[in-house]
């Protein structure tokens, strides 16, 4: 007990000595996380990416239809090649799911930590669900992590670091901080071994550094300038002295969904008590710290932390320890007496992880169970398939969620805030920003009077339930309901089905104009 609160991430004994049950582990991660991912439905954000993938006829048009939207290249590029090669949608899934595999696999078979842990790290709802199961770019940050830690001692020293960094780089923006904060721990770790600047180690640091520098730039010439200004609008917080203290110590837009609460200051509180387990190894303790800092300063002042953002800070927290165990941490500690800063880190860090095996109990575990899809975009791809309804258009208040039902019937609908056809939604400050029922009957008599077919419409607001007023659907998108407006629209369609069995938010009505 006494060396579990001192440091309950490091198994005492070799990797070698416990491998049939790492082995038996990561099999039962596996087939859960497979059953998981068969059942699952691509949610927008995955789908989006996969229709801007196919945008253009070449590779050059591809990047100039994904430039601006927010994501480096690298995911683009992945799934590109995968359609090149395959021609077939689900590779999406496919590619998101290998990449988190191949990254459990890298943790729990050669990683230097308990068998207790592991099984609260993989069993998590990001290393779970978020980083294997979701088709995201977020899961590549955690397998090129893991590989920068478990090869540390081989490639610290070459320009394969760099190399490794330019690709973390260019998975996502969040990823940034982490790779220059991987630049900086080798710094220190240098400067400790040789102060003098003329050791060749320095040199081959400096070219490092360049190449964490090229692949900073090429980060941001693929995200700015954002081709969606509506949602950069929406996510920009001005800089002020009390902004800046809310950004540091609340847990306010970064942090947010780790299981404490949005609002409670308890989170960020667990979050800095953790980087205590690294107390007494002062690199890995300022350089999470440095990390730390720089991402809650990104996610406060441009873009909000969600959950699988603000988890890559633990994916970084378990490589430093990997890289700093492959340093005899296990020795060191076996030796010492135990401090109370240092239990208390380790504690903090045990809730930490624990919370997030909680999360993936409570969702996707629980949704696999009882049935619950993530996305309903399947059914009501369904409901579109039918004999009287092929052909329909189909329209989404909100906009985006119509994405995901494009991947399930690769046709395009109505974007209602644009009024015209599209696969992709504009995240812009133009278009119909207040939209009201009425408004959106027009078009659907239009778009019927054009095609001569019907028009689904799938609303996420229950017109049965809520009430007058405006409502904020995304990125500023108002839809206004009035007594007036509901009991038209429902005079003028007929309700077919209401889905709203999903894990995620992804819920709708769905109506069939005209009636």
Known sequence: MDGWLRQPLLAERATSENR?????????????????????????????AWSLTLMGGSWPEMFRAVQGEGHPFLWYILLRAGHDLFGAPEVLRVTGLVIGIAAVALLVLCGPFRIGMLALLIFSLHLGFEYAVLA?????????????????????????????????CNTNVPSVFLAGSFAFYRMIELYEAQPSLKAPEWRRWILNVVL????TLLCFLAVYPPANDGAANAAAVPFTWLNLFGALFTSVRSFMAIGFGSGSLFGPLVVFLSLLIFLDRRKALATALLALVCLKLFFFFVYPGYYRHSSLFFIFMIALAWIEADKGWVREWKTEKPRLALMVGTTAFTILMAMQTTRYLRYPIENLISGRPYSHAADLARIMARPELRGAMLMIDPDTMGESVVYQTDRPYWLIRQDRP???????????????????????????????????????????????????????????????????????????????RGGGDEEYDVYIYPR
Do not use: C
């Open 212 to 215: 964490l520098l090229v692949g």
């Open 20 to 48: 049939r049950i790492r082995w038996i582990l990561f099999l039962v991660w596996l087939a859960i996380t497979l059953a998981i991912a068969v059942n699952h439905v691509p949610w927008r954000d995955e789908a989006r």
């Open 136 to 168: 995201r770019n977020y899961g590549i940050s955690a397998l090129i992590m893991l590989v920068i830690a478990a090869f540390w001692p081989r490639i610290r020293d070459s320009l394969w670091l760099g190399v490794l960094l330019v690709l973390l």
């Open 422 to 500: 599209g696969r992709i939604t504009p995240l812009s400050l133009s278009g119909n920003k207040r939209l009201t029922l009425d408004r959106l009957l027009q078009q659907a008599q239009a778009v019927s009077a054009r095609t001569g077919r019907p028009v689904v419409i799938a609303l996420a607001l229950d017109l049965e339930k809520t009430r007058s007023g405006a409502y904020d659907m995304m990125y500023k998108d108002y839809t206004l309901l009035t007594p007036g407006s509901v009991d038209r629209f429902k005079a003028a369609t007929r309700k077919v089905a209401s889905l709203r």
